[in-house]
């Protein structure tokens, strides 16, 4: 029996029990863990307070053995809040959704249990620290952090030089297959042509050019937020279930469904 202590971020609660709940994290030296919370869902726990989604909190676990990722799953002894970012997230729509996409997008990148995903976890720091605090419109840092998470996964897509061939952009072609911009002679059917300024806009937020990012127009942020959706979806093989609620640029009429509507019955 072992006691384990890290930080990190609940990505996703259920219920268990009557009271007790599994709990999800991306952890900075343990990867992802899905861990017991026992109690936190009776009125008057405050430990379960601290453990909802988008909080960033230091945890110690007791795990039979010698290892957290084992056949059961650890307990949640302890934990401390580092940061409450859902604070400034779950009361305003569009910062929910986007940040829930994240959550989820963190989770499918990490699938193997106690395996550290340190630039994983570090990115999804950042993202939600910049989504809690209103730095940036939400679907830009949104689309930044699917950029950052695709490079760290090995999938950085190329906005200008050809994915295929190396040749020295802007190049008039992308190709989601062949892994972004396309000169003409590598051009793949399926290959759409985009306007350069959704382009730029994409190459900005995955360098971390935010002085251009926030200044181009909302339709080319639409624009933009398509290929990276396309991108995603190609290299992940399955879409991410919470991307279908948000709000990609000026969108008059956009229902705002409430926060519990849009999370899917998911357990907070």
């Keep these: 029996m072992s006691l384990f202590r890290d930080d990190g971020i609940v990505l996703r609660t259920q219920k268990l029990g009557e009271a007790d709940r599994i709990i999800t994290l991306l952890t900075r030296s343990h990867g992802r863990v899905r861990a017991v919370a026992r109690g936190v869902r009776r009125t008057k726990s405050k430990f379960g307070a601290r453990l909802e989604p988008f909080s960033h909190v230091d945890v110690q676990f007791f795990a039979r053995g010698a290892e957290l990722v084992g056949r059961g799953l650890p307990l949640c002894t302890q934990t401390e809040t580092i940061a409450p970012y859902g604070r400034g997230i779950v009361s305003d729509y569009d910062r929910y959704t986007a940040g829930t996409a994240m959550l989820e997008t963190a989770e499918r990148f990490t699938d193997h249990e106690g395996e550290p995903h340190v630039?994983?976890?570090?990115?999804?720091?950042?993202?939600?620290?910049?989504?809690?605090?209103?730095?940036?419109?939400?679907?830009?840092?949104?689309d930044a952090f699917l950029l950052?998470?695709?490079?760290?996964?090995?999938?950085?897509?190329?906005?200008?030089?050809?994915?295929?061939?190396?040749?020295?952009?802007?190049?008039?072609?992308?190709?989601?297959?062949?892994?972004?911009?396309?000169?003409?002679?590598?051009?793949?059917?399926?290959?759409?042509?985009?306007?350069?300024?959704?382009?730029?806009?994409?190459?900005?937020?995955?360098?971390?050019?935010?002085?251009?990012?926030?200044?181009?127009?909302?339709?080319?942020?639409?624009?933009?937020?398509?290929?990276?959706?396309?991108?995603?979806?190609?290299?992940?093989?399955?879409?991410?279930?919470?991307?279908?609620?948000?709000?990609?640029?000026?969108q008059p009429g956009r229902p705002r469904p409430s926060a519990r509507t849009v999370d899917g019955g998911q357990a907070h």
């Design 148 to 250: 950052r998470s695709l490079a760290v996964g090995g999938y950085a897509p190329s906005f200008d030089d050809c994915a295929r061939c190396g040749l020295p952009g802007p190049h008039r072609f992308f190709s989601v297959a062949a892994g972004g911009s396309v000169c003409g002679d590598c051009r793949m059917p399926g290959s759409v042509v985009p306007s350069p300024e959704a382009l730029r806009l994409l190459g900005a937020l995955l360098t971390g050019d935010w002085g251009h990012a926030d200044a181009v127009e909302s339709r080319h942020v639409r624009e933009g937020s398509g290929l990276v959706s396309a991108y995603l979806h190609w290299h992940l093989e399955r879409g991410l279930r919470s991307l279908r609620f948000v709000a990609r640029g000026d």
């Design 119 to 142: 630039q994983q976890y570090l990115l999804l720091v950042g993202g939600l620290r910049s989504l809690a605090a209103g730095e940036h419109a939400p679907g830009l840092v949104l």
